[in-house]
């Protein structure tokens, strides 16, 4: 198993920006990537992925945080980070960490291979 710990939530004003960290008890290198978050009494939404594997950066956004959110990962830390700015109250949401297996490239955010959670983070934006 994948143990993943979130750290870095907390209660923001609106237009403030948090940032998240993920701590992967194995490497994120070889391996999809991914923040989600739930909203109360939303479904489970992805928010961003990546791919890290080659030199090349891939990521994955979902509409409504792109120009916002950037989604990196450090992987001589096995660590991932999602750099949230100008936070608006409907991102208020309990953010959670995900992987796949090892060697998985598709890496996006409607993709089902993400097999490894997080317990999750708490963001609250106020207005």
């Known amino acids: 198993q994948v143990q993943l710990v979130e750290s870095g939530g907390g209660s923001v004003q609106a237009g403030g920006s948090l940032k998240l960290s993920c701590a992967a008890s194995?490497?994120?290198?070889?391996?999809?990537m991914g923040w989600f978050r739930q909203a109360p009494g939303k479904e489970r939404e992805g928010v961003a992925t990546?791919?890290?594997?080659?030199?090349?950066?891939?990521?994955d956004y979902a509409d409504s945080v792109k120009g916002r959110f950037t989604i990196s990962q450090d992987n001589t830390k096995n660590t991932l980070y999602l750099q949230m700015n100008s936070l608006k109250p409907q991102d208020t949401a309990m953010y959670y960490c995900?992987?796949?297996?090892?060697?998985?490239?598709?890496?996006?955010?409607?993709?089902?291979?993400?097999?490894?959670w997080g317990q999750g983070t708490q963001v609250t934006v106020s207005s």
């Open positions: 995900a992987a796949s297996p090892e060697w998985i490239t598709s890496c996006f955010i409607g993709s089902r291979e993400f097999r490894y």
């Open positions: 990546i791919n890290n594997m080659g030199s090349t950066v891939y990521a």
């Open positions: 194995a490497y994120t290198y070889n391996r999809c």
